[in-house]
T-cell receptor, first 115, second 111 residues
Framework: NAGVTQTPKFQVLKTGQSMTLQCAQD?????MYWYRQDPGMGLRLIYY???????DKGEVPNGYNVSRLNKREFSLRLESAAPSQTSVYFC??????????????FGSGTRLTVV | DAKTTQPNSMESNEEEPVHLPCNHS???????IHWYRQLPSQGPEYVIH???SNVNNRMASLAIAEDRKSSTLILHRATLRDAAVYYC????????????FGKGTTLSVSS
């Protein structure tokens, strides 16, 4: 099925380790987003890419970096994981970045635990 | 940015209609009203969005007040599968390029 694919689905890291969360979409969308969701909370925007070749910070960017590898792929990197980054991470895409005109398609998430 | 107010929780019975309210008194003329839902342990799922006119799709209907200061998501016949957190969203980041989620309404559906 067409959509947003995230890998891995689950990951446990030790404090200080690094890792990259992968996200790919096959809908030819221009814009992609990374959100995190902590227990009992709504989603918070980490970074987004309005179009291929651009990335921008969201609400909670500290401790993360992103790469828009091509139109399909948008990765999120944790350089030195901290327990505060334990969360569920969601990638999303939309046709374009103009706020509100297009709906978002979300991936199924990556559950990350930092010990 | 425009804020939304939703009830924390609502209950419904299976096969009955559900009306989920959202207040957004500070909405601007260009703000689209988005609704997403999130089933347990899943990613958010797009439900519907609109600007001024009422909108219908296979999942739900969106009724927008004439002054646009409130809206209602209508599920015509609730099923157990509709139990989820429903997010009404108008907020965007400062650049106006990404949606900002609130806490939503938890909908329970009983058989």
């Amino acid at each position: 099925n067409a959509g947003v694919t995230q890998t891995p689905k689950f990951q446990v890291l030790k404090t200080g380790q690094s890792m990259t969360l992968q996200c790919a979409q096959d809908m030819n969308h221009n814009s992609m987003y990374w959100y995190r969701q902590d227990p009992g909370m709504g989603l918070r925007l980490i970074y987004y890419s309005a179009s291929e070749g651009t990335t921008d910070k969201g609400e909670v960017p500290n401790g993360y970096n992103v790469s828009r590898l091509n139109k399909r792929e948008f990765s999120l990197r944790l350089e030195s994981a901290a327990p505060s980054q334990t969360s569920v991470y969601f990638c999303a895409s939309s046709e374009a970045y103009r706020a509100g005109r297009w709906g978002y398609t979300f991936g199924s998430g990556t559950r990350l635990t930092v010990v | 940015d425009a804020k939304t107010t939703q009830p924390n929780s609502m209950e419904s019975n299976e096969e009955e209609p559900v009306h989920l309210p959202c207040n957004h008194s500070t909405i601007s003329g260009t703000d689209y009203i988005h609704w997403y839902r999130q089933l347990p342990s899943q990613g958010p799922e797009y439900v519907i969005h609109g600007l001024t006119s009422n909108v219908n799709n296979r999942m739900a209907s969106l009724a927008i007040a004439e002054d646009r200061k409130s809206s209602t998501l209508i599920l015509h016949r609730a099923t157990l599968r509709d139990a989820a957190v429903y997010y009404c969203i108008l907020s965007y980041n400062q650049a106006g390029t990404a949606l900002i989620f609130g806490k939503g309404t938890t909908l329970s559906v009983s058989s």
